[in-house]
């Protein structure tokens, strides 16, 4: 494919705009990381990680979601009453994925493989 005289311009226009339906076509949603999370905000993400595992407690690092917007949350293993771990089948899934975006302007936790969402109302997020 070549291109002669001003048919490049016209072009390179032309992919861009297509580049921009692209993103558009995503629901205009960017991922995000958390900035400058309170003990609020991280209480709300525990909050809203209980309610879609459907478990308590679930455990956080200090610093998830403020150097990438994935978080993968893996089940702790079953233990017996002296605290050593049980051998067996593990019937559910090993490991949950969720990414924050930001989506509006709101922070949105998401859970790609259901869909799954929950806007954190106490956060502020910042583009990654």
Not at 43 to 53: D, H, K, S
Not at 88 to 105: H, I, K, M, P, W
Request: with cysteine; net charge negative.
């Amino acid at each position: 494919m070549s291109f002669h005289g001003s048919s490049l311009p016209a072009a390179l226009t032309l992919l861009g705009m297509l580049a921009g339906c692209g993103h558009l076509a995503a629901g205009d949603e960017a991922p995000a990381v958390l900035v400058e999370p309170t003990d609020e905000v991280r209480a709300e993400l525990r909050a809203a990680l209980t309610a879609a595992l459907g478990q308590a407690p679930v455990a956080i690092a200090a610093d998830a979601l403020t150097q990438t917007n994935v978080l993968i949350i893996d089940r702790a293993p079953v233990r017996d009453l002296e605290n050593r771990p049980l051998d067996g089948r593990v019937l559910e899934s090993a490991a949950q994925r969720f990414e924050l975006v930001l989506a509006s302007g709101e922070c949105v936790l998401v859970r790609p493989s259901d869909s799954w969402r929950m806007r954190l109302a106490s956060a502020t997020c910042a583009p990654l």
